[in-house]
């Protein structure tokens, strides 16, 4: 079974710093992908980003990119020029990579607050 | 476009209750699925279902039942409920045959409390 694990529950950043989002996950799959959801208090889980695992770039969404670390298993998340409006939880997953609806798999989620 | 409509928004109801949450999506994808969200667990998937008239557990399946009779409904049964089963439940959906992992699309949550 894979697990995913976020190991900072909360953080904080201030307006148009940096901040990097962790993540580990444990799986002895060779092929897979791995996502970060956003959740705003709205409580609308949104997609921020995805990685293939067989995609040694790591993939890049506007101001948000990821550090992809295979042999890790690591798959950070760092936001560039925070904005007020990233404050939200957020959460690390993965799926098997398969053609039919592979499960995905959360990670506790981490708490980002940017602050003015 | 209403995509994946989740009601009611949220419930009280009291234990031992039996509680219907609804899920409905318009774009006739094959796989649905039921998570619920508690923190320090993130979300956790209590049942799946890959098309009509076929469903499978996930990891927290105790304590409640699904159907799918048709495509586009998966409504979630708490039988008896439980004060542990109070929590953010999700409803999700994937394309079948999806190759490229492109997760799910979510309906906005139902918020349960059981007292």
């Known amino acids: 079974a894979q697990t995913v694990t976020q190991s900072q529950p909360e953080m904080s950043v201030q307006e148009a710093e940096t901040v990097t989002l962790s993540c580990t996950y444990d799986?002895?799959?060779?092929?897979?992908?791995l996502f970060w959801y956003k959740q705003p208090p709205s409580r609308q889980m949104i997609l921020v980003i995805r990685?293939?695992?067989?995609?040694?770039q790591n993939a890049t969404e506007n101001r948000f990119s990821v550090n992809f670390q295979k042999a890790a298993k690591s798959f950070s998340l760092k936001i560039s020029d925070s904005q007020l409006g990233d404050t939200a939880m957020y959460f690390c997953?993965?799926?098997?990579?398969?053609?039919?609806?592979?499960?995905?798999?959360f990670g506790e989620g981490t708490q980002l607050t940017v602050n003015p | 476009d209403a995509g994946i409509t989740q009601s009611p928004r949220y419930k009280i109801t009291e234990t031992g209750r039996q509680v219907t949450l609804m899920c409905h999506q318009t774009?006739?994808?094959?796989?649905m699925f039921w998570y619920r969200q508690d923190l320090g667990h993130g979300l956790r998937l209590i049942y799946y279902?890959?098309?009509?008239?076929?469903?499978d557990k996930g990891e927290v399946p105790d304590g409640y039942v699904v159907s799918r009779s048709k495509t586009e409904n998966f409504p979630l049964t708490l039988e008896s409920a439980t004060r542990s089963q109070t929590s953010v439940y999700f409803c999700?959906?994937?394309?079948?045959?999806?190759?490229?992992?492109?997760?799910?699309?979510f309906g906005s949550g139902t918020r349960l409390t059981v007292v």
């Open positions: 999700a959906s994937s394309i079948r045959g999806q190759r490229g992992g492109y997760g799910y699309t």
């Open positions: 799986t002895s799959e060779n092929n897979y992908y």
């Open positions: 279902s890959a098309a009509a008239d076929i469903t």
């Open positions: 990685q293939e695992a067989y995609k040694q």
């Open positions: 997953a993965f799926m098997k990579h398969k053609t039919s609806g592979s499960r995905l798999t």
């Open positions: 774009w006739s994808h094959s796989y």
